[in-house]
């Protein structure tokens, strides 16, 4: 998420996030593509880190799913969390209908 990263000058120096460590699933690693990349970065994203289809679907659900988690438990209490929660769900339902086909 993004109030998980630190950044100095510019550029990127830490990640303070543990909300999936211990899962055992890479596909974890992926959460920043739809909580902070814009769609057309993803595809170079995804290149970077070699997800394949599996694992990039399993991404996108992993995404999803702590978004629609966030969502309702945050709408009142946090506002920057539900509107990050929103903006996840839209990227996530935005890129299936662009690829439908990956979903099936």
Not at 72 to 98: C, D, F, K, M, S
Request: with cysteine; proline share 8%; aromatic share 6%.
């Amino acid at each position: 998420m993004p109030g998980n990263l630190l950044v100095d000058q510019g550029r990127l120096s830490a990640v303070l996030d543990f909300g999936c460590m211990g899962v055992g699933d890479p596909a974890c690693d992926l959460l920043p593509a739809w909580n902070l990349l814009p769609a057309q970065a993803r595809p170079v994203f995804r290149a970077a880190v070699g997800a394949d289809d599996a694992m990039w679907a399993r991404g996108r659900g992993w995404a999803l799913s702590m978004a629609l988690i966030q969502l309702p438990y945050y709408h009142r209490t946090n506002p920057g969390i539900a509107a990050n929660a929103r903006h996840v769900i839209h990227e996530v339902l935005a890129e299936a209908q662009r690829e439908p086909s990956e979903l099936a």
